[in-house]
């Protein structure tokens, strides 16, 4: 382009000298009277003139063609190219203008690039699942915690019709009735997932300055565990309410027997007293048991519980020995097979009672003449101790629920061993509290083995 335009000039004032010239070659040669050294001087002088002016037609011509660069460089981005000063007073301004528009861009552009990166930034940070739809249905925008709340894979959603992306039917209709409303919409959705997830879910449309509408915005929530805990609190209210109301319905009504003249009558005094005290000591074993987790739960964690280094072979001794006589009195034989110089950090108290639970509730669950043996061995940073019994098992529905408060697999059976359905739950929180965990791992048939991990002194 710049070649053609320099040519075009050129042609352009060649075909002036020519006009120049030759009508002082038809004065020369019509009019013998003008003077021919005038004529020749007009001539030289008209050349002059035109050969300057195409002169300063071709500089003219260079410096738009640096302002012709720059031009080019901005329309593709590069806006730190300089614009360079035109010496000509008319392409002064143009220069000047050029520059400082790009310098505004490049200003603008930056704070642009910065707003968008600290959008990128927050969404990445968000619990919060968070997509927008373009008013076509389009996705326009999806963050990581949208991806893994809704199952989204990476890089194919953007640009997609969002009922292609999202396999879910709840979420799908919910979309459409939010992108179809004016008005914020939530709902709760469950996901069959493994494992189930509840999901809160919000959508609302996006608004523009002059009141239209460019979209919707949906906001997901995980409120697995809030639900979880929800249906936890209630099941404890419920068990709470169902274990207390035997033992005390049974202390009133004795109570009530005995005050209505059945204390007069020695045998039955002796009976109903018996049983009283039977369900008092019940209610007093529940309350302990609700105290003892009410105090895990609010010791936290390691650093409110006091620790310290300890055998493992001796905190697994001292529960088999208290122990003991109940495994005697259904002639269970308790056995341990532990590796020498482990040790692990931990309050010895609770964890002997953690120890006990879950040796008692072997002992409980296991026929006569059975056995319950102990083991522990390092496992990585921890030391993992196994209770084994040869009871009955566990069905499987029931090993991810063993360590709620009162729950029971056979709530006869329990109530009539004396149990109060705190036991498990007691041993996780002080594993917790340790920074361990605990497991089961049972059959039908062919007994159980509760681990209780715990640390090891390094």
Same mark, same amino acid.
């Given at each position: 382009?710049?070649?053609?335009?320099?040519?075009?000039?050129?042609? #352009?004032?060649?075909?002036?000298i020519?006009?120049?010239?030759v009508?002082?070659?038809?004065?020369?040669?019509?009019?013998?009277?003008?003077? #021919?050294?005038?004529?020749?001087?007009?001539?030289?002088?008209?050349?002059?003139?035109?050969?300057?002016?195409?002169?300063?037609?071709? &500089?003219?011509?260079?410096?738009?063609?640096?302002?012709?660069?720059?031009?080019?460089q901005?329309?593709?981005?590069?806006?730190?190219?300089?614009?360079?000063?035109?010496?000509?007073?008319?392409?002064?301004?143009?220069?000047?203008?050029?520059?400082?528009?790009?310098?505004?861009?490049?200003?603008?552009?930056?704070?642009?690039?910065?707003?968008?990166?600290?959008?990128?930034?927050?969404?990445?940070?968000?619990?919060?699942?968070?997509?927008?739809?373009?008013?076509?249905?389009?996705?326009?925008?999806?963050?990581?915690a949208?991806?893994?709340?809704?199952?989204?894979?990476?890089?194919?959603?953007?640009?997609?019709?969002?009922?292609d992306?999202?396999?879910?039917?709840?979420?799908?209709?919910?979309?459409?009735?939010?992108?179809?409303?004016?008005?914020?919409?939530?709902?709760?959705?469950?996901?069959?997932?493994?494992?189930?997830?509840?999901?809160?879910?919000?959508?609302?449309?996006?608004?523009?300055?002059?009141?239209?509408?460019?979209?919707?915005?949906?906001?997901?929530?995980?409120?697995?565990?809030?639900?979880?805990?929800?249906?936890?609190?209630?099941?404890?209210?419920?068990?709470?309410?169902?274990?207390?109301?035997?033992?005390?319905?049974?202390?009133?009504?004795?109570?009530?027997?005995?005050?209505?003249g059945?204390?007069?009558?020695?045998?039955?005094?002796?009976?109903?007293?018996?049983?009283?005290?039977?369900?008092?000591?019940?209610?007093?074993?529940?309350?302990?048991?609700?105290?003892?987790?009410? #105090?895990?739960?609010a010791?936290?964690?390691?650093?409110?519980?006091?620790?310290?280094?300890?055998s493992?072979?001796?905190?697994?001794?001292?529960?088999?020995?208290?122990?003991?006589?109940?495994?005697?009195?259904?002639?269970?034989?308790?056995?341990?097979?532990?590796?020498?110089?482990?040790?692990?950090?931990?309050?010895?108290?609770?964890?002997?009672?953690?120890?006990?639970?879950?040796?008692?509730?072997?002992?409980?669950?296991?026929?006569?003449?059975?056995q319950?043996?102990?083991?522990?061995?390092?496992a990585?940073?921890?030391?993992?101790?196994?209770?084994?019994?040869?009871?009955?098992?566990?069905?499987?529905?029931?090993?991810?629920?063993?360590?709620?408060?009162?729950? #029971?697999?056979?709530?006869?059976?329990s109530?009539?061993?004396?149990?109060?359905?705190? &036991?498990?739950?007691?041993?996780?929180?002080?594993?917790q509290?340790?920074?361990?965990?605990?497991?089961?791992?049972?059959?039908?048939?062919?007994?159980?083995v509760?681990?209780?991990?715990?640390?090891?002194?390094?």
């Amino acid at each position: 382009m710049r070649e053609t335009t320099s040519s075009h000039l050129a042609g #352009r004032f060649a075909a002036l000298i020519v006009l120049a010239i030759v009508p002082f070659g038809f004065a020369l040669g019509l009019n013998q009277s003008v003077p #021919r050294s005038f004529i020749v001087l007009s001539g030289a002088s008209l050349l002059i003139a035109l050969v300057g002016g195409c002169f300063i037609a071709w &500089g003219i011509e260079s410096n738009l063609e640096q302002v012709e660069d720059a031009i080019e460089q901005f329309s593709v981005g590069v806006l730190d190219t300089s614009t360079p000063i035109l010496q000509e007073p008319h392409l002064t301004a143009l220069s000047e203008g050029l520059s400082e528009m790009a310098q505004q861009l490049r200003s603008r552009l930056e704070s642009l690039s910065h707003l968008s990166s600290e959008q990128d930034a927050i969404l990445r940070s968000m619990t919060e699942g968070v997509v927008t739809i373009d008013s076509e249905g389009r996705i326009r925008r999806v963050n990581e915690a949208a991806r893994d709340l809704l199952g989204v894979s990476k890089g194919v959603a953007e640009g997609r019709q969002f009922s292609d992306v999202l396999s879910n039917t709840e979420v799908q209709n919910f979309i459409f009735n939010a992108t179809a409303s004016m008005l914020p919409q939530t709902g709760t959705i469950s996901l069959a997932s493994e494992p189930e997830r509840v999901l809160d879910i919000y959508g609302s449309p996006l608004f523009q300055q002059d009141g239209s509408t460019s979209g919707t915005l949906i906001v997901v929530r995980d409120m697995t565990r809030v639900h979880k805990l929800e249906n936890v609190r209630r099941d404890f209210v419920a068990n709470v309410s169902h274990e207390l109301r035997t033992p005390i319905t049974s202390i009133k009504g004795f109570a009530e027997t005995l005050l209505e003249g059945a204390m007069h009558e020695p045998e039955m005094l002796r009976k109903f007293v018996a049983i009283i005290a039977k369900h008092a000591e019940r209610l007093h074993a529940i309350f302990n048991d609700l105290l003892t987790l009410a #105090r895990l739960e609010a010791g936290g964690d390691t650093e409110q519980v006091e620790v310290g280094s300890h055998s493992i072979t001796h905190l697994v001794s001292e529960a088999l020995e208290a122990c003991s006589s109940k495994a005697a009195s259904k002639q269970i034989d308790l056995s341990k097979d532990i590796a020498d110089n482990i040790n692990v950090v931990v309050n010895p108290s609770l964890v002997q009672q953690a120890l006990v639970n879950l040796i008692d509730n072997a002992i409980k669950y296991s026929d006569s003449g059975a056995q319950v043996s102990v083991t522990a061995e390092r496992a990585g940073d921890f030391v993992r101790c196994d209770i084994t019994d040869t009871g009955p098992g566990i069905e499987a529905l029931h090993l991810t629920r063993l360590f709620e408060r009162f729950y #029971r697999v056979d709530h006869g059976r329990s109530r009539q061993m004396g149990g109060t359905g705190l &036991g498990l739950a007691i041993v996780k929180h002080i594993a917790q509290v340790h920074g361990g965990r605990v497991e089961v791992q049972s059959e039908i048939g062919k007994g159980s083995v509760f681990s209780i991990f715990l640390r090891a002194l390094k």
